[in-house]
C-alpha cells in the first residue's frame, strides 16, 4: 500500500528541511513524495533540488504560482499515484520512523468485506526545541456529529484513500481557513466514510498555524466553519462554536501534568 504525501509550501527554507528529513526517516512503508511551492523566492527551491535525489525517484516536486494553500493541496493531490494521501506540512514532522507505518497497518485493519476509507490520529505541538509539548491534540474521544460543534480531528493526522477525492471532490478554493474542515464534513458526516482512529500521535507542529494568528483568524476560521456546515445541510451558528474553546483549555493543561 503505496502512499502519496503531500507539502503545500511558500517561503518556507527555515522550516523545510525538518518536515524532509521526517519523510526520509520513514521506515517499512512506501512513500511517494510531493512538494508543491508557491514559486517561493527564498532558499526553498536549492533545498528541494539538494534532497531530491535522496528519495531514488520518489520525490517530485513543482514550483508556480497558484491561488493559496488549498490550490496547492489540490495540485498535489491531482499529481499523487498512491493508494492513500496524506498532507505534512512544511513546518511539521513525523512523531517518529514508524509513523507511516503505522497509518498503513490501521488501513488494513477492517475486517473480512471491510474497507476503511480514512485514518485519524493525534498530533501534538511543541515548543521551539521541537521537543516539548505546548498543546495535545487528541481525536480520541472525537466522532462526526461533533463537525457540526466546531470540533474536527487534528487535519495533519489525516489520511484519506486516494480514490475517493475523485467521488468527493477536492478542498474547495473559496474559503482562506477552514477547507480541511468544509471537506471533512462532506467525507466524514455526509458520506460517512469508513474510519479508524489511530491512538497515538502523528506528527509534531510548531506553534502559530495560519487559524491561531490573532483575533482576525479566529473570526474568519469560526466563519468558515459556520459556512462549511450550512452548506453541506447541517445548522450551524457563532454560539454552537464557543463550547470547544472550554476543552481546547484542556489540550494545554493536560501535557504540563504528564497526561494526554
Known amino acids: 500500500m503505496k502512499i502519496s504525501l503531500i507539502t503545500a509550501c511558500y517561503n518556507s527554507a527555515g522550516t523545510i528541511r525538518t518536515a524532509i528529513e521526517s519523510v526520509l526517516s520513514q521506515k517499512g512503508v512506501d512513500v511517494e513524495y510531493i512538494v508543491v511551492d508557491g ?41 499523487a499515484t498512491g493508494d492513500i494521501v496524506g498532507i505534512l506540512n512544511a513546518d511539521d514532522m513525523f512523531e517518529s520512523e514508524n509513523t507511516l507505518a503505522h497509518v498503513v497497518e490501521a ?6 468485506g471491510e474497507r476503511v476509507d480514512c ?9 521551539d526545541d521541537l521537543q516539548t509539548t505546548s498543546r495535545y491534540y487528541s481525536a480520541k474521544h472525537w466522532k462526526p456529529w461533533m463537525l457540526q460543534w466546531g470540533k474536527m480531528p487534528p487535519h495533519p493526522s489525516v489520511y ?18 477552514a477547507a480541511d474542515y468544509e471537506l471533512l464534513i462532506r467525507y466524514l458526516r455526509m458520506a460517512k466514510l469508513n474510519t479508524r482512529y489511530l491512538n497515538e500521535c502523528l506528527v509534531r507542529m510548531r506553534m502559530g498555524g ?10 474568519t476560521l469560526n466563519r468558515e466553519i459556520v459556512r462549511g456546515n450550512l452548506e453541506n445541510g447541517y445548522f450551524c451558528c457563532f454560539p454552537m462554536l464557543l463550547p470547544k474553546y472550554f476543552f481546547k483549555v484542556f489540550e494545554f493543561i493536560l501535557p504540563r501534568l504528564g497526561i494526554k
Open 39 to 79: 514559486a517561493s523566492t527564498d532558499d526553498s527551491i536549492a533545498i528541494f533540488k539538494e534532497y531530491e535525489p535522496c528519495f531514488n525517484g520518489l520525490m517530485r516536486w513543482i514550483s508556480e504560482s497558484d491561488a493559496g494553500m488549498y490550490d496547492a493541496i489540490n495540485k498535489g493531490i491531482k499529481m
Open 107 to 112: 488501513f488494513s485493519s477492517g475486517g473480512v
Open 119 to 127: 485514518v485519524y490520529a493525534d498530533i501534538r505541538f511543541v515548543k
Open 160 to 177: 484519506i484513500r486516494r480514490e475517493l477525492f475523485d467521488q468527493y471532490g477536492l478542498y474547495k478554493l473559496g474559503y482562506d481557513i
Open 210 to 219: 495560519k487559524s491561531t494568528r490573532g483575533w482576525k483568524s479566529f473570526k
